[in-house]
């Protein structure tokens, strides 16, 4: 079958097509059907199954004879070291860690926060909650103590599980002090902390609180794998929203692993037994979906790459890896490709490794700008293929379904929806509008298996942010459009999320931080074109009037409050100080015409601006840090 065959019959019959795929699927008790649509317009998949993600990821594989197989192989230029484990190995550690976290009270149904770096055992305490059936929410090492304590007071966990350190080029990311951080912060108390020592700092541990990870795990009775309810949530993940407090994207673990496994084969066409490699991070959804549990429930080789594109040591460290390990399909941001060719223009450094094991580079999280993909098109031989989707849906909303048929690329695009995603661009009216023509994009409901049930303790929360706006569709907070064959253009955001590196940043969160600053009476934040990381935010900073900290000052302050309140990672390095702000007669800030004088295009004076001369101010701020063309 083509891909408009495959699709359309995930159109015409849902039931059949997914209860097909969930026969790929190792059950305890089959559900009776596939969709659950009574309460809609809240769906859920395979509800009344029974079933286990661990058992899926790992035992089944030992199970049916491939328990030598390599499971997961951790390549490490930042430490110089190499590992890898087999299937029945990570079977071991997972059961036994699954026992002491059970034996310290840890059951179905409580919440475990897991805030490590690039290392197997953060896979394995993924693996090891869903073995009990904990669900675990899992924190990236960029954010700030704040960030976590965040997390702690949503998710309110009964373990935090974390390492001592993360290694950053240059400098070592201490987690311990973090986590202190944040549980000083927080009002929400975990009952205990795991912490996983490694060489590089060694933590201090909380006498009665902490434990050390080998040593809580000694004599313990290793845990079987407890079956849940399909609609039982596997995990929680924080992602960006309008405001400083982060959205809860909630995965059920029923259609997780049935689409996450239907996705292996026919878009990314692995086999198992085959070396998949997402260079990303285990704390985003790209890291859940393709570093843990895709390739595990498929049974591949899945990388647990901690190292960066560029630097560790030099921009051939991807080739090296591709090399070492065989990879045949990697799957990483535009950015890291953008920092590549910055460093190695020529693509020279490839000519010093075999690739010849690499078939296929998937792009995400991001734009793929054409320049980046022709590049990597040319240097590299294999198809490159832009796929679009969010920390929301869990696995490609549009992508090029290269198990099925490989489809022409068109540059610029992400190709055509995937089975179950009904893609419809509408007006503000949410009438679809004609091919060609720019609109917000959403998907007609029910959205497939494997996407967002709800958000954490948020409902009302889900449905206003997700349901409301275009009814019987679900909003994907991105503006873009669909062409005369289907195939879709993603342009912009609808909201005030920007993307920074492929990471997903809030504006608003970063203006609260920014307001929170003594002589700041008002701010706004934006997101400037970057050719290396597609976006970074530019603050713009009214001072209180008799302020007299000179303006120089009040920017090194702020810079650093929100490297201090929301991490590193949001690369939040730029602002100036104006007098006022561009707004509409009725106080909306002008964000979107401020984006576009960053980034030095054309714009229409908007009629319901303030006073137009505001933006002439806003244009010399900017030329002050060196946009547009920074
Ligand atoms: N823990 C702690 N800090 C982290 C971190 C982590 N896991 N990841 C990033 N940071 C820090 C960085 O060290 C940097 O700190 P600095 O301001 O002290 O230099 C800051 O957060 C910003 O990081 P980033 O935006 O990633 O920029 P960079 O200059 O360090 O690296 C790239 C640039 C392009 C090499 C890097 O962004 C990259 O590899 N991107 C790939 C994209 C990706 O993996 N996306 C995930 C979604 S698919
Ligand atoms: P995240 O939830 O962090 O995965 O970020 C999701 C957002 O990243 C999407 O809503 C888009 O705005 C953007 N995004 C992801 N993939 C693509 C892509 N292939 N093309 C354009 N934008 C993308």
Same mark, same amino acid.
């Given at each position: 079958m083509g891909?408009?065959?495959?699709?359309?019959?995930?159109?015409?019959?849902?039931?059949?097509?997914?209860?097909?795929?969930?026969?790929?699927?190792?059950?305890?008790?089959?559900?009776?059907k596939a969709l659950f649509a009574d309460n809609a317009p809240l769906y859920e998949w395979f509800s009344d199954g029974m079933v286990n993600t661990c058992w899926n990821a790992v035992d089944r594989h030992v199970e049916a004879g491939h328990g030598?197989?390599?499971?997961?192989?951790?390549?490490?230029?930042?430490?110089?070291?190499?590992?890898?484990?087999?299937?029945?190995?990570?079977? /071991? #550690?997972?059961?036994?860690?699954?026992?002491?976290?059970?034996?310290?009270?840890?059951?179905?149904?409580?919440?475990?926060?897991?805030?490590?770096?690039?290392?197997?055992?953060?896979?394995?305490?993924?693996? =090891?909650?869903?073995?009990?059936?904990?669900?675990?929410?899992?924190?990236?090492?960029?954010?700030?103590?704040?960030?976590?304590?965040? #997390?702690?007071d949503d998710a309110k966990p009964k373990c935090i599980i974390?390492?001592?350190c993360g290694i950053e080029p240059g400098r070592i990311v201490h987690y311990k002090p973090l986590l202190d951080g944040a549980l000083e912060a927080a009002t929400h108390q975990p009952d205990f902390c795991v912490i996983f020592q490694r060489e590089q700092e060694v933590a201090k541990l909380t006498e009665g609180r902490d434990f050390n990870w080998h040593g809580f795990q000694y004599g313990v009775e290793p845990a079987d794998c407890v079956p849940v309810e399909g609609n039982h949530p596997a995990y929680v993940l924080y992602t960006s929203g309008t405001t400083g407090q982060p959205k809860g994207v909630v995965r059920h673990t029923a259609g997780h692993l049935v689409a996450l496994n239907w996705s292996m084969?026919?878009?990314?066409?692995? /086999?198992?037994?085959?070396?998949?490699?997402?260079?990303?991070?285990?704390?985003?959804?790209?890291?859940?979906?393709?570093?843990?549990?895709?390739?595990?429930?498929?049974?591949?080789?899945?990388?647990?790459?901690?190292?960066?594109?560029?630097?560790?040591?030099?921009?051939?460290?991807?080739?090296?890896?591709?090399?070492?390990?065989?990879?045949?399909?990697?799957f990483t941001a535009p950015t890291a490709f953008r920092a590549i060719k910055r460093e190695d223009p020529r693509g020279e450094l490839i000519g010093n490794y075999d690739i010849s094991s690499l078939e296929t580079l998937f792009l995400a999280g991001e734009r793929a700008d054409p320049d980046t993909i022709t590049w990597a098109q040319d240097k590299l031989g294999v198809p490159v293929i832009d796929h679009?989707?969010?920390?929301?849906?869990?696995?490609?909303?549009?992508? /090029?379904?290269?198990?099925?048929?490989?489809?022409?690329?068109?540059?610029?695009?992400?190709?055509?929806?995937?089975?179950?995603?009904?893609?419809?661009?509408?007006?503000?009216?949410?009438?679809?509008?004609?091919?060609?023509?720019?609109?917000?994009?959403?998907?007609?409901?029910?959205?497939?298996?494997?996407?967002?049930?709800?958000?954490w303790n948020a409902e009302a929360r889900y449905r206003k942010s997700y349901l409301e706006h275009f009814p019987g569709y679900y909003e994907t907070g991105d503006a873009g459009m669909k062409d005369e064959d289907g195939y879709l253009y993603i342009m912009a955001r609808t909201d005030?999320?920007? /993307?920074?590196?492929?990471?997903?940043?809030s504006t608003g969160a970063m203006e609260e931080v920014l307001a929170a600053h003594p002589d700041v009476a008002e701010c706004a934040v934006i997101g400037a074109s970057d050719t290396l990381k597609g976006q970074v935010p530019v603050g713009f900073l009214c001072l209180n009037s008799g302020t007299t900290a000179p303006a120089e000052s009040v920017v090194a302050d702020c810079v650093k409050l929100v490297r201090d309140r929301i991490g590193p990672v949001a690369a939040f390095?730029?602002?100036?100080?104006?007098?006022?702000?561009?707004?509409? #007669?009725?106080?909306?800030?002008? #964000?979107?015409?401020?984006v576009k004088i960053a980034d030095?295009?054309?714009?229409?004076?908007?009629?319901?601006?303030?006073?137009?001369?505001?933006?002439?101010?806003?244009?010399? =701020?900017?030329?002050?840090?060196?946009?547009p063309g920074a």
């Amino acid at each position: 079958m083509g891909y408009a065959e495959v699709y359309e019959r995930a159109k015409s019959d849902p039931y059949g097509f997914w209860m097909d795929a969930a026969d790929a699927i190792d059950w305890d008790t089959p559900p009776s059907k596939a969709l659950f649509a009574d309460n809609a317009p809240l769906y859920e998949w395979f509800s009344d199954g029974m079933v286990n993600t661990c058992w899926n990821a790992v035992d089944r594989h030992v199970e049916a004879g491939h328990g030598e197989r390599i499971a997961i192989i951790h390549d490490s230029p930042v430490t110089h070291t190499r590992r890898e484990i087999s299937y029945v190995e990570l079977r /071991n #550690r997972v059961a036994t860690l699954a026992g002491a976290l059970r034996a310290k009270g840890v059951e179905k149904g409580d919440t475990v926060i897991i805030y490590m770096p690039m290392i197997p055992e953060a896979l394995e305490a993924m693996l =090891a909650c869903a073995r009990i059936g904990a669900i675990h929410s899992v924190v990236f090492g960029g954010f700030a103590a704040n960030e976590l304590a965040v #997390r702690v007071d949503d998710a309110k966990p009964k373990c935090i599980i974390a390492a001592s350190c993360g290694i950053e080029p240059g400098r070592i990311v201490h987690y311990k002090p973090l986590l202190d951080g944040a549980l000083e912060a927080a009002t929400h108390q975990p009952d205990f902390c795991v912490i996983f020592q490694r060489e590089q700092e060694v933590a201090k541990l909380t006498e009665g609180r902490d434990f050390n990870w080998h040593g809580f795990q000694y004599g313990v009775e290793p845990a079987d794998c407890v079956p849940v309810e399909g609609n039982h949530p596997a995990y929680v993940l924080y992602t960006s929203g309008t405001t400083g407090q982060p959205k809860g994207v909630v995965r059920h673990t029923a259609g997780h692993l049935v689409a996450l496994n239907w996705s292996m084969r026919n878009i990314y066409d692995m /086999n198992p037994g085959e070396v998949f490699w997402a260079a990303s991070d285990v704390g985003w959804v790209v890291g859940h979906s393709y570093i843990c549990y895709a390739p595990l429930v498929f049974g591949c080789t899945t990388i647990v790459f901690e190292g960066k594109p560029v630097g560790t040591p030099d921009a051939g460290t991807f080739w090296r890896v591709i090399r070492d390990h065989k990879v045949k399909c990697l799957f990483t941001a535009p950015t890291a490709f953008r920092a590549i060719k910055r460093e190695d223009p020529r693509g020279e450094l490839i000519g010093n490794y075999d690739i010849s094991s690499l078939e296929t580079l998937f792009l995400a999280g991001e734009r793929a700008d054409p320049d980046t993909i022709t590049w990597a098109q040319d240097k590299l031989g294999v198809p490159v293929i832009d796929h679009w989707w969010q920390t929301e849906t869990g696995w490609a909303i549009a992508a /090029n379904p290269m198990g099925i048929e490989p489809l022409p690329v068109k540059l610029g695009s992400p190709s055509v929806p995937m089975p179950g995603y009904d893609v419809q661009i509408l007006d503000e009216g949410g009438h679809p509008v004609p091919d060609g023509e720019l609109g917000a994009i959403a998907v007609k409901l029910p959205l497939p298996p494997g996407t967002l049930p709800t958000l954490w303790n948020a409902e009302a929360r889900y449905r206003k942010s997700y349901l409301e706006h275009f009814p019987g569709y679900y909003e994907t907070g991105d503006a873009g459009m669909k062409d005369e064959d289907g195939y879709l253009y993603i342009m912009a955001r609808t909201d005030d999320v920007i /993307n920074v590196a492929g990471h997903r940043l809030s504006t608003g969160a970063m203006e609260e931080v920014l307001a929170a600053h003594p002589d700041v009476a008002e701010c706004a934040v934006i997101g400037a074109s970057d050719t290396l990381k597609g976006q970074v935010p530019v603050g713009f900073l009214c001072l209180n009037s008799g302020t007299t900290a000179p303006a120089e000052s009040v920017v090194a302050d702020c810079v650093k409050l929100v490297r201090d309140r929301i991490g590193p990672v949001a690369a939040f390095k730029l602002a100036v100080v104006v007098d006022r702000l561009p707004k509409t #007669r009725s106080g909306k800030i002008l #964000r979107g015409t401020m984006v576009k004088i960053a980034d030095g295009e054309d714009f229409k004076l908007p009629a319901t601006i303030d006073d137009p001369a505001i933006l002439d101010e806003i244009g010399a =701020a900017l030329k002050s840090i060196g946009y547009p063309g920074a």
